[in-house]
C-alpha cells in the first residue's frame, strides 16, 4: 500500500504562487497514477490535475488550465503541484492521491471515493 503525505500550503496573495509536494512512501514499486484534489469549506471535493507516473501524460480541470502544472520526480517519489496566478477560489484544503488504474482526472473525480490511497491535506489560502 502506498502512503501520500502533502507539503507546501500556505497563505498567499492573489496573483501569487506556491508549490505543493506529495511524497509516496509504502509499496511504490508499482505505477500509480497521481493527482491533486481540493475541497472548500462546504463545498464536494475538486478534481484538479492528474500525472502518470509511467509517461508524465497529465490532465487539468479547466479552471486550473494555463495556470498549475503537475510534474513527477520518480527518483524522489514525490509528485508537485505549482501553482501560479492564484485567485481566492483556489483556497481550500489540497489532497494528494494515488490509484493504480485510473488516470484521467475527471474519472478520478467522478469515482474520488474509489481512489487508492489520500495524503492527509495541506492548506492553501490566497487573499484578494
Known amino acids: 500500500q502506498v502512503h501520500l503525505m502533502e507539503s507546501g500550503g500556505g497563505s498567499v496573495q492573489a496573483g501569487g504562487s506556491l508549490r505543493l509536494s506529495c511524497l509516496a512512501s509504502g509499496d511504490t514499486r508499482n505505477s500509480y497514477c497521481m493527482a491533486w484534489f481540493r475541497q472548500a469549506p462546504g463545498k464536494e471535493r475538486e478534481g484538479v490535475a492528474s500525472?502518470?507516473?509511467?509517461?508524465?501524460?497529465?490532465t487539468y480541470t479547466d479552471s486550473v488550465k494555463g495556470r498549475f502544472t503537475i510534474s513527477i520526480d520518480n527518483s524522489k517519489n514525490t509528485v508537485y503541484l505549482q501553482m501560479n496566478s492564484l485567485k481566492p477560489e483556489d483556497s481550500g484544503t489540497y489532497y494528494c492521491a494515488a490509484d493504480s488504474t485510473l488516470c484521467h482526472i475527471g474519472t478520478m473525480t467522478s469515482l474520488v471515493d474509489d481512489l487508492d490511497a489520500w495524503g492527509q491535506g495541506t492548506e492553501v489560502t490566497v487573499s484578494s
Open positions: 500525472i502518470d507516473s509511467d509517461d508524465e501524460t497529465t
